[in-house]
């Protein structure tokens, strides 16, 4: 079992900035990719940013690429979402998510292969 406690989020204008993070705890984190997802009323989840597990593969839906940055510290089991310029469509409930397959080469884009959830944290942009 892996547990995801994500923290960080919050309200904040139009071009601000906020940095999450996702704490871990249980089986070693260090060894599986990790991906930030969100979901607003009405939409579906979708996959925001994504990290394999030594940090060698990354991925950003392209809403978000050159403003959000992904970033891990496995000594801490730590994974962070550093949002820059944040726009009102990015308001949203964020979540982490671990994909427990270990050294998988790739960051994780498939929702479906991430086992393991954390209970998300709200980040609400005002215009």
């Known amino acids: 079992q892996v547990q995801l406690v994500e923290s960080g989020g919050g309200l904040v204008q139009a071009g601000g900035s906020l940095r999450l993070s996702c704490a871990a705890t249980?089986?070693?984190?260090?060894?599986?990719?990790v991906g930030w997802f969100r979901q607003a009323p009405g939409k579906e989840r979708e996959l925001v940013a994504a990290?394999?597990?030594?940090?060698?593969?990354?991925f950003y839906a392209d809403s978000v690429k050159g403003r959000f940055a992904i970033s891990r510290v496995n000594a801490k089991n730590t994974v962070s979402l550093q949002m820059n310029s944040l726009e009102p469509e990015d308001t949203a409930v964020y979540y982490c998510?671990?994909?427990?397959?270990?050294?998988?080469?790739?960051?994780?884009?498939?929702?479906?292969?991430?086992?393991?959830w954390g209970q998300g944290t709200q980040v609400t942009v005002s215009s």
């Open positions: 998510a671990v994909d427990a397959t270990r050294f998988r080469s790739q960051a994780t884009t498939s929702v479906g292969l991430y086992d393991y």
């Open positions: 249980g089986r070693t984190f260090s060894n599986y990719a």
């Open positions: 990290i394999s597990w030594n940090g060698g593969s990354i």
